[in-house]
């Protein structure tokens, strides 16, 4: 498949093992990969990849995984962009508050496997 022509996934994530993970599973099924280790370069990058779609970690070394979803969500080039958060923290409270900042989905780490996330990426922009 052409390089420019897979569908770009974007993961923001401080841990580098669920990174590694993650782009191991999506890459091998023709997804392009872009990482972000902290939520100010995760934001940099959705601005400038446009990925089709973003996996975001709540827990971030600079600023939380809430305030970068709202951003992502207010801003012009990156507000279209379905979000999936996945974290540890999987309480009725962390979830609601992830949707009403404008997460599409939430997933909780450990109660869903690589493929879990892979099956819904599929089915939410259809690759």
Do not use: Q, W
């Amino acid at each position: 498949m052409d390089e420019d022509r897979k569908p770009k996934i974007l993961i923001i994530e401080d841990e580098a093992v669920f990174r590694l993970i993650y782009r191991g599973v999506l890459e091998s099924h023709n997804y392009k990969v872009f990482e972000a280790d902290t939520g100010m370069a995760g934001l940099d990058l959705a601005k400038t990849e446009r990925p089709d779609m973003i996996l975001l970690d709540l827990i971030l070394p600079d600023i939380s995984g809430y305030e970068v979803l709202k951003k992502i969500k207010a801003h012009d080039l990156t507000c279209t962009i379905p979000v999936i958060v996945f974290s540890v923290m999987g309480t009725e409270e962390n979830i609601e508050k992830a949707k009403e900042l404008g997460a599409d989905y939430y997933r909780v780490k450990g109660a869903n496997s690589p493929s879990d996330i892979l099956k819904e990426i599929e089915r939410i922009i259809g690759a």
